[in-house]
């Protein structure tokens, strides 16, 4: 598949002079969806769920930013609180029609990370084209599988950006010297964010399990519901530790761990990158650096990799289904016709 370059005109524009001024910085092309017929069914069928997802990325631009842009603990306390009511009250409630512009939410932080800002896009579009290919009713079960296993042979060859398809360590995440910050800080915001990731990867087990369309719909409702639960009494009614792929859709997993794989990854980087930012520990003047090797670390599937068994054994160690959120299929409630009652009763004030 061949790689859409946005800068491409630019730098046969500026010619050698772009080359002098890049060296050293970031490279900025862009790889696209893999193309098909399939893409955008997901937000035709269940725009509920898809434009939720305009505003977790939204929320997780943000947090970079304020984490990186206030330095001090207090500050940046005071300004994830207002953005955790924000989010909380308006924007998952009224969420944007169209994708974010994360760089606009996010540009210091961007500019300090372009390579991990650019590896989480490439991840969340594997994630929202198996979405958009669970929700075309036209294909047969089985062409669906064959067709996201080549969705993930398409995201893989992106090597640049490409998560490694095997499990990590979860002690990445939890065991080094800038570990488990965030979490401690901001209790709140760090619970939505896994309720984010709950549902991200929970959403399709109904979309498996469900025989009809009619099912399928009933069920992505009823993950909605138990998502804006989550949100009611926060954090204790948020997940207690990071969701695993593996416990949390078990059916996706089984049927294409490499994805799973990924997106738990993915998701360890979240709150990886969370922690380096939050953390007094890791210097400003070094934070992209920490942030580069973690990212290089999680792209080497040779290094601190969990055997099979591990992983889908480490959800039952971390404490089971219930820690991580609940089960996403199986639920039986249908989301709010209002979901502004679903979310927190304080309002957002400008």
């Not at 939410?105 to 500019?111: D, G």
């Not at 669906?144 to 990445?172: C, G, Q």
């Not at 800038?178 to 549902?199: C, D, E, K, T």
């Amino acid at each position: 598949m061949r790689a859409i370059t946005k800068p491409l005109l630019l730098a046969l524009a500026l010619g050698p002079a772009l080359g002098r001024q890049a060296v050293g910085q970031d490279r900025r092309n862009e790889q696209f969806y893999y193309p098909g017929s399939f893409n955008w069914m997901f937000l035709r069928n269940y725009p509920e769920a898809a434009r939720l997802f305009n505003a977790f990325d939204y929320g997780h631009a943000v947090l970079y930013e304020r984490l990186y842009t206030r330095r001090d603990s207090a500050l940046a306390a005071a300004a994830l609180e207002r953005e955790y009511r924000y989010l909380t009250t308006d924007l998952l409630v009224r969420p944007p029609r169209f994708a974010v512009v994360e760089e606009a939410i996010e540009p210091t932080y961007a500019r300090v990370a372009w390579r991990a800002k650019m590896m989480f896009d490439w991840a969340h579009v594997l994630h929202r084209q198996i979405y958009d290919v669970y929700a075309d009713e036209r294909r047969a079960e089985a062409e669906k599988d064959a067709l996201i296993e080549r969705l993930t042979d398409y995201y893989l060859s992106n090597r640049r950006l490409a998560f490694a398809p095997v499990a990590k360590s979860m002690a990445l995440m939890d065991e080094q010297y800038y570990s488990q910050v965030f979490r401690r800080r901001h209790p709140a915001f760090n619970g939505l964010i896994w309720a984010y990731h709950w549902l991200q990867v929970g959403l399709y087990e109904p979309l498996i399990a469900g025989r009809t369309p009619d099912e399928r719909k009933a069920g992505v409702n009823a993950a909605l519901a138990r998502f804006w639960d989550m949100l009611r009494e926060p954090p204790a009614s948020m997940p207690r530790v990071m969701p695993m792929t593996a416990t949390v859709a078990p059916l996706f997993t089984e049927r294409h761990p490499r994805a799973a794989a990924i997106f738990d990854n993915l998701h360890m980087m979240h709150d990886i990158i969370s922690d380096i930012l939050a953390a007094d520990t890791v210097p400003r003047s070094r934070k992209r650096e920490v942030i580069y090797a973690a990212l290089d670390e999680f792209q080497d599937p040779t290094r601190n990799v969990m055997s099979r068994d591990e992983w889908l054994m480490m959800g039952d160690m971390m404490g089971g289904i219930e820690a991580m959120g609940g089960p996403a299929a199986g639920l039986l409630r249908p989301a709010p016709a209002d979901t502004s009652r679903a979310a927190p009763q304080h309002r957002h004030e400008p």
